[in-house]
């Protein structure tokens, strides 16, 4: 006969470890490990340096491990506290969403938003949405963190632990909710002095390249389109990111793709040009993507507006045209 399986799911959170730890201790911990200093992390969280050193003995004792070891004149972390320092800062950012939980945003309060994006969305797009942030609530902080921070780490489950989203384009996300932002054309680019008037197969396969690294050893899309069409670059110059381009273009004969809008924007001030190519690249479409968990979070909410209302006009109208 068979036996019927219980539906309960198994609790998410070991209630019993819980209990065995003041959460309060969560603070001391995080300052202990900010500072790497007693008596500095006691001033920062307004306690006695004695009150902290007990502090110190229990979370040594709960965790089996010294957290903090003397070197001379300074204290180190050891290995177990460099990988507890993220996961701290979060849990402690998850407490204050609940703790300060509330059916609207309160736009004279502290917050902090977190988001993921590029060095090039970021110079194009951000400025708008920090200039609306500061207008509506003075209170608010936008912390910026690129993506190549967050290699090796699950975007969508980072994105549901400690960050309000992430700028990116489609096709690197699936299952998430989005508000495009940003259009974007990926197009040849060269020093502004250069004398030629268009690049021919000829010419991609024999100038040297500046090529943008977008990850571990994974070029943009717009480059893997060239490599696509059998092109096989002569490689000087492996950048992270687009914004250090320009500076290898400049005053030389390297070729690199880009997206069109930055050349646009800064191409006068970088020294450097769109030329037309062999074909027409793809376009480029970004969006802000959020995790579901945060949908109905008032803060967000509020966050997400902005975004919709500072977003770029191509944005809006690919957007539409869905």
Request: with cysteine; proline share 4%; net charge negative.
């Given at each position: ?44 969280v307004g306690v006695s340096q ?74 194009m797009l951000l400025p708008r949405l ?193």
């Open positions: 006969m068979a036996v019927a399986q219980s539906t309960q799911e198994a609790p998410l959170i070991d209630h019993a470890r819980l209990r065995r730890l003041d959460l309060n201790l969560l603070h001391s911990l995080d300052s202990l490990l900010r500072e790497r200093n007693v008596s500095r992390a006691a001033a920062s004695p009150v902290m050193s007990a502090a110190l003995a229990r979370l040594r004792r709960h965790f089996d491990d010294e957290l903090l070891v003397r070197r001379g004149n300074q204290y180190e972390l050891t290995s177990l506290a460099k990988q507890l320092g993220p996961a701290v800062t979060d849990a402690l950012r998850a407490v204050d969403r609940v703790i300060g939980a509330k059916t609207s945003f309160d736009r004279s309060t502290e917050h902090e938003f977190t988001v993921v994006c590029s060095e090039v969305v970021a110079a920090c200039l609306a942030m500061q207008e509506a609530a003075p209170a608010t902080t936008l912390r910026v963190v690129e993506p190549g921070q967050l290699r090796g780490v699950d975007i969508a489950d980072h994105l549901a632990a400690s960050v309000d989203g992430v700028f990116l384009p489609h096709g690197w996300l699936s299952g998430l909710e989005s508000i495009d932002v940003l259009v974007d054309q990926w197009v040849f680019a060269v020093s502004i002095d250069d004398p030629a008037e268009r690049l021919d197969l000829d010419d991609l396969n024999t100038r040297p390249w500046v090529v943008a690294q977008v990850g571990d050893r994974e070029v943009a899309r717009g480059m893997q389109q060239v490599l696509s069409a059998g092109v096989r670059p002569r490689t000087e110059v492996i950048v992270s990111g687009s914004m250090s381009m320009p500076f290898f273009l400049r005053n030389s004969r390297r070729v690199a793709v880009m997206g069109r809008r930055l050349i646009e924007e800064m191409g006068q001030l970088y020294g450097i040009r769109e030329i037309p190519g062999p074909w027409e690249l793809d376009t480029l479409r970004t969006a802000f993507w959020w995790h579901q968990s945060r949908r109905d979070d008032p803060a967000h909410r509020w966050l997400r507006t902005l975004v919709h209302d500072v977003r770029d006009a191509r944005g809006a109208q690919a957007a539409a045209a869905e």
